[in-house]
């Protein structure tokens, strides 16, 4: 992708600017390590100068029309539908994704602005029931002023965009600290949009550096009004202690060990296809993917046998070779962490190793593990690679106790009786439950939890569309 003029800047107040300290990072192709552009290391001063044009442009933007505030939105959404091919593989190059996600992150992205665009002049406020005889009661909505957004690298541009497009769409204005393994996709992109969409200045203004430097400083600033993140649950919780001290409104999306449910009446071939998108996508690199697997014991060896026999197909390379199904890890540390504290620690405990548990640089083999506890790091941590761990338990009752003792997000359920899937999807404690399905494919995506405990359950009713790597035959190669 030939790279505009944010190229190793920040994009401050409508102007390309280097960092203050004038230093600059490296971007790499996951795939090949070759290095592919840069990125300007901010700090504390470039986020305060970023936060101080938000403000001066706040009230400006606000005042615009709902009219007008759109027409900005649909000329941000035509810069990057234009550019849609050149997206597609920088997300491919910047995050080791394979075609198909980075077409559903860059598509998802211009979907999510057209959306913002019209939603914003479709409803201003409700006309409330009066308190009292002889009086109207109207409700209208207000910006909070200026979003201050730090976004993850698994899916940079679209998770950055579900609070953008509605942010600038209502009046705010933002300061985004995209992560800093994927600056371009996640940042310097949007920032690009803006300059050639015409967005006024300060109302869209792009910071990248690392997160001690850059995303603390923006996570601690008092003239940002809301702040948005999405991670690490310790980072997160980092955070959270620091609003609560001063009462700084906060938005977290954080990780979970999610949990995939599968019943003693489940159709174990459709769960086993269901579980390579759950666990598998995107190389297991999200917040939603699914973490453990909690099977009934009399399905337990011939679902187990399904996704060995599926994973054990699966071909992994570059993610630019249509015949490769996952790509690579993310970083050095991000492969580390998945082997050295959970496959081979739980390996140790007494896990069995089915397939997998190799790796080449950062590409990992799809893993299955048999035998694996509660006790275990497979179980207990967020695994976030291409794992799946097996544990098996007795009865339903033990599946829904299990599944609710952790931390999570999404989670799944497999039975053949759909009103008994109903009854176990509304006792777990997530914000999202799929019955009989994989992860995010009833657009749900929209409504992921924040503060309520609002749920959405999802039944799946027709065949399923997933893609062709995730029912591949036994006769694969490897």
């Not at 004038?22 to 990125?39: D, F, N, Q």
């Not at 598509?107 to 009292?132: C, F, H, M, W």
């Not at 950055?160 to 705010?172: I, K, V």
Request: glycine fraction near 10%.
């Amino acid at each position: 992708m030939a790279l505009g003029p944010g190229d190793g800047r920040l994009y401050i107040d409508g102007e390309f600017t280097p960092a203050a300290s004038g230093r600059t990072g490296v971007v790499e192709e996951k795939a090949t390590g070759r290095p592919i552009g840069s990125y300007a290391l901010g700090a504390a001063e470039d986020v305060e100068r970023a936060v101080a044009a938000a403000r001066a442009a706040q009230p400006g933007w606000a005042e615009l029309s709902a009219p007008a505030r759109a027409g900005h939105l649909r000329a941000l959404c035509g810069y990057l539908e234009q550019r849609y091919a050149e997206l597609v593989e920088q997300s491919m190059r910047e995050t080791g994704g394979v075609r198909a996600k980075a077409e559903d992150e860059v598509g998802t992205s211009i979907r999510q602005l057209a959306l913002s665009a019209v939603q914003v002049s479709e409803n201003a406020g409700d006309i409330l029931p009066p308190y009292k005889a002889g009086k109207l009661s109207l409700s209208r909505t207000v910006p909070l002023g200026v979003l201050g957004l730090i976004t993850p690298w698994n899916y940079p541009m679209n998770l950055a965009m579900r609070a953008l497009a509605p942010g600038l769409a209502f009046g705010n204005t933002v300061v985004l600290k995209p992560a800093e393994l994927t600056p371009v996709i996640g940042g310097q992109v949007l920032a690009e949009a803006a300059a050639h969409a015409g967005l006024p200045p300060g109302v869209l203004n792009v910071v990248t550096g690392d997160g001690p430097d850059a995303g603390w400083a923006l996570a601690r600033h008092q003239g940002v009004d809301m702040l948005d993140f999405t991670g690490s649950r310790e980072v997160g919780l980092a955070i959270s202690r620091a609003a609560a001290g001063e009462l700084r409104d906060i938005r977290l999306e954080l990780g979970g060990s999610n949990a995939f449910v599968v019943l003693d009446d489940a159709d174990v071939e459709l769960a086993a296809d269901c579980a390579m998108v759950a666990s598998l996508e995107f190389q297991g690199q999200t917040c939603i993917s699914a973490s453990r697997h909690i099977v009934q014991r009399s399905v337990a060896d011939a679902y187990t046998e399904a996704i060995t026999r599926r994973a054990a197909a699966l071909k992994v390379g570059d993610p630019f070779d249509p015949g490769n199904a996952l790509g690579p890890l993310i970083s050095p540390a991000q492969r580390d962490r998945l082997h050295r504290t959970i496959v081979e620690p739980s390996l140790a405990m007494g896990a069995r190793l089915v397939t997998g548990g190799t790796y080449e640089g950062l590409f990992y083999r799809p893993t299955v593990l048999a035998d694996v506890t509660p006790a275990m790091p497979a179980f207990r941590e967020e695994v976030f690679g291409p794992v799946l761990p097996v544990t098996v338990v007795d009865t339903q009752e033990e599946a829904v106790a299990l599944t609710n003792g952790l931390p999570m997000l999404m989670n799944s359920v497999f039975t053949r009786d759909l009103i008994r899937g109903l009854s176990v999807a509304e006792r777990l404690q997530a914000g999202e439950v799929h019955v009989n399905d994989a992860h995010a494919r009833h657009g749900a995506e929209n409504q992921m939890p924040g503060f309520t405990r609002r749920q959405w359950i999802g039944l799946q009713r027709t065949p399923l569309h997933l893609p062709d790597w995730a029912t591949a035959p036994a006769t694969r190669e490897s």
